[in-house]
């Protein structure tokens, strides 16, 4: 048991917190990174396979199209389904596989990401939805290729729900690497485990609940600033995407 009255406890203090967060930072980010780069295409492919969307037919078939859309509905259903925990465990031979080990902040890395990529996947879709099919139709009038209508009308238009999405995201991935700190992952999960459990330290405790609080809060905060920027700039792209609707049909 910890003696809180000792000087080394809290000249210690400061340092295994700072490690935790740095560590718990690190796998958030990163793991964040690769969510992204995955997820999103993943959900905007989701979104554009379904019957009467842009990519209903790729390579010329609608076959193909529905075939990849139910395929990839069921993977990020079965990603979402799964408890971390025991997707954590089944992915232990990939991860040491991958990065030669299973333990540690490194290999905490791939199980967080893949955890997080269905459901920022969905994220992604959810927001594509949401964008008012008027402008599809307009673009494609004007002739805009699938990926001229994803870069120019989906994403701007989808980009204020996909930023409160992702820090949604963030959030989560946080709770999961309190998850794996648990197991050996290292982070702030650790800390709680290794110095509150285990040497009954309620100060390492609350401290880690303290500093968890406050990461959530400033992440929600970064993205709601973020999201009204973005809505207000896509704003306009909707008002000038109405303009060449309306100037489509006097011509």
Do not use: C
């Not at 990839?72 to 025991?86: D, E, K, Y």
């Not at 704003?235 to 006097?250: C, K, L, T, Y």
């Amino acid at each position: 048991m910890i003696d809180i009255t000792s000087p080394d406890f809290w000249s210690d203090l400061g340092g295994v917190l700072l490690k935790g967060t740095l560590e718990t930072l690190w796998m958030t980010s990163v793991a964040l990174v690769f969510t992204i780069l995955i997820g999103l295409p993943l959900g905007i492919v989701l979104v554009g396979t379904e019957r009467g969307r842009f990519l209903e037919a790729p390579f010329g078939s609608r076959a193909f199209g529905t075939a990849v859309n139910r395929v990839l509905g069921f993977v990020v259903n079965l990603g979402r389904s799964v408890p971390f925990i025991v997707l954590m465990i089944a992915l232990i031979p990939f991860t040491r596989f991958l990065v030669g080990s299973f333990v540690g902040t490194g290999p905490a890395i791939v199980p967080l990401t893949i955890v997080a990529i269905p459901f920022f996947a969905r994220v992604v879709e959810i927001a594509v939805k949401e964008v008012d099919g008027g402008l599809f139709e307009a673009a494609e009038s004007l002739g805009a290729s699938r990926w001229l209508l994803v870069r120019r009308v989906i994403l701007p238009q989808a980009a204020p729900s996909i930023v409160l999405g992702t820090a949604t995201t963030i959030t989560s991935i946080i709770n999961f690497s309190a998850m794996v700190g648990v197991v050996g992952g290292g982070g702030l999960g650790n800390v709680a485990l290794t110095y509150g459990l285990q040497r009954y330290s309620w100060v390492h405790i609350v401290a880690v609940i303290v500093i968890l609080f406050a990461i959530v809060q400033l992440v929600q905060a970064g993205a709601n600033g973020l999201a009204r920027r973005v809505d207000h700039s896509s704003g306009r792209s909707r008002a000038h995407a109405r303009e060449i609707d309306e100037a489509e049909r006097v011509i």
